[in-house]
């Protein structure tokens, strides 16, 4: 019972009218791991979070959340999971304490509980010393924290998370990304929407990426990085004149064809060991006396990788799977 996964779906299926808003979706996400759902404007994330948290039924295939049908025991999967929207539940004339103890009491917790489980939150959400203030005040990011804080009051075992920093600041997506982890860390799975990739790398253990109803990937971040190549290593030459002596020093040095690009006087190259490349490269330029305004080790970011892997698979979704 224990080895099975938080959230097991296969070949879910959702239309709406003429709409085939799921078109035979697989998620299988670990007990304990934080998984993202990735993919374009209506690629079909939302509404498989709201057949996962029993929201709205599916019309083809089949899903268990902790352990339970959310067809079949979708109160069973209720009472153990937290949904956060995009909508703010939390009520702005209350202060942030006494909307942790409200929801405590709307989830059947008895006064001295509801206030013990609102300040164990407030702590962990480090909005202990806002406890007092109304939401109304609150920063983007607080607000969230809330939010997610109203979410986890029992403590649930799978978090259904849409578009959880949706809006906010750099400061209040930091915040919420700390909350996130926290959550995580306490042993809680998560299962998040997200349109940004660097939240999508930052948070996940691994990632869905979606589109069209249909699974495209499925990867660890790091995973679909390296599908779409290798590291390189990118040296900038200080002295555009230079740039033909760096390249011919780099091919000496590493055997491998390296690509110039004269606009902004850098030489790049695919390398299997960055770390040795570097070295043997800098032993070089430093013996050749050429100046460098930069050199260093770059990978390719989860944009380019999500750009390439979905352009491929909208070609030829079976191989790129
Ligand atoms: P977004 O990132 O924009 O929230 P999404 O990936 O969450 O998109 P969904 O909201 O799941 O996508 O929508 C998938 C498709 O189903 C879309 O084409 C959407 O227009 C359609 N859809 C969703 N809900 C309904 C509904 N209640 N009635 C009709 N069509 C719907």
């Given at each position: 019972m224990t080895s099975e996964p938080a959230v097991q779906a296969s070949g879910l299926v959702k239309r709406y009218k003429s709409k085939t808003a799921l078109d035979g979706v697989d998620l299988e996400v670990p007990?304990?791991?934080?998984?993202?759902?990735?993919?374009?404007?209506?690629?079909?994330?939302?509404?498989?979070?709201?057949?996962?948290?029993?929201?709205?039924?599916?019309?083809?295939?089949?899903?268990?959340?902790?352990?339970?049908?959310?067809?079949?025991?979708?109160?069973?999967?209720?009472?153990r999971i937290g949904l956060t929207g995009q909508q703010t539940a939390v009520d702005d004339l209350m202060t942030a304490r006494q909307n942790l103890v409200m929801f405590g009491r709307l989830f059947r917790l008895d006064k001295g509980a509801a206030r013990r489980r609102a300040d164990e939150l407030l702590e962990i959400f480090g909005l202990a010393e806002a406890a007092g203030r109304a939401p109304k005040k609150f920063s983007g990011g607080?607000?969230?924290?809330?939010?997610?804080?109203?979410?986890?009051?029992?403590?649930?075992?799978?978090?259904?998370?849409?578009?959880?920093?949706?809006?906010?600041?750099?400061?209040?997506?930091?915040?919420?990304?700390e909350a996130?982890?926290?959550?995580?860390?306490?042993?809680?799975?998560?299962?998040?929407?997200?349109?940004?990739?660097?939240?999508a790398d930052k948070l996940c253990d691994r990632i869905s990426v979606i589109d069209q109803g249909r699974n495209y990937i499925e990867d660890t971040p790091a995973g679909m990085k390296r599908?779409?190549?290798?590291?390189?290593?990118?040296?900038?030459?200080?002295?555009?004149?230079?740039?033909?002596?760096?390249?011919?020093?780099v091919r000496r040095a590493l055997s491998v064809e390296p690509s110039a690009e004269e606009a902004g006087a850098s030489v790049s190259v695919p390398v299997a060991d960055g770390v040795s490349a570097?070295?043997?490269?800098?032993?070089?330029?430093?013996?050749?006396?050429?100046?460098?305004a930069d050199i260093g080790l770059r990978r390719p970011t989860l944009d380019e990788a999500f750009l390439h892997l979905t352009a491929a698979a909208a070609k030829t979704p079976e191989e790129t799977v």
């Open positions: 007990r304990g791991t934080v998984h993202g759902l990735l993919g374009p404007n209506g690629a079909g994330k939302t509404t498989a979070v709201r057949i996962l948290s029993t929201l709205t039924g599916a019309d083809g295939g089949s899903a268990r959340v902790a352990g339970f049908d959310v067809a079949r025991q979708p109160r069973e999967v209720r009472r607080m607000r969230r924290r809330l939010d997610l804080a109203a979410s986890m009051i029992l403590s649930p075992e799978v978090l259904f998370l849409d578009e959880p920093t949706t809006g906010l600041d750099p400061a209040g997506r930091r915040e919420v990304w996130v982890r926290s959550m995580a860390a306490s042993g809680t799975t998560v299962l998040l929407t997200t349109h940004y990739l660097d939240e599908r779409i190549g290798d590291e390189r290593l990118e040296i900038v030459a200080a002295d555009p004149a230079e740039l033909s002596a760096l390249t011919d020093l570097l070295t043997a490269v800098a032993v070089e330029i430093r013996a050749a006396g050429i100046d460098v």
